[in-house]
């Protein structure tokens, strides 16, 4: 599985930003995707997630109600719609993809064993 991340860009504080996540060499809907990011100096954290069969989904709480995960089986894309962003969500993000049914360690980043380049989200005050 291949992912490749896209859409990332400086913007003001309250703007929006959608990124994509392509994967190739298997079909999107075969996985648990997630989106996690790391800021300088910080440890890589988990942002959101959608899972595989019944595409239920989680996010951090420091997202919760800004951010939104979605897939689009036809496309073989993964998305994460972000809006009302903060100078503190500025980081690397990266997507990720989990061949497990099992969502109990869904935050974890052990728990993904594909993972994209990431794309910068630079959010300015």
């Known amino acids: 599985v291949q992912l490749q991340a896209s859409g990332g860009g400086l913007v003001q504080a309250g703007g929006s930003l959608k990124l994509s996540c392509a994967v190739s060499?298997?079909?999107?809907?075969?996985?648990?995707m997630a989106w996690f990011r790391q800021a300088p100096a910080e440890e890589r954290e988990f942002v959101a997630t959608?899972?595989?069969?019944?595409?239920?989904?989680y996010y951090a709480d420091s997202v919760k109600g800004r951010f939104t995960i979605s897939r689009d089986n036809a496309k073989n894309t993964v998305y994460l719609r972000m809006n009302s962003l903060k100078p503190e969500d500025t980081a690397i993000y990266y997507c990720a993809a989990s061949p497990s049914y099992y969502n109990g360690n869904y935050y974890s980043r052990n728990d993904y064993a594909y993972w994209g380049q990431g794309t910068l989200v630079t959010v300015s005050s």
């Open positions: 060499g298997r079909t999107v809907s075969g996985y648990a």
């Open positions: 959608i899972r595989r069969r019944t595409d239920t989904t």
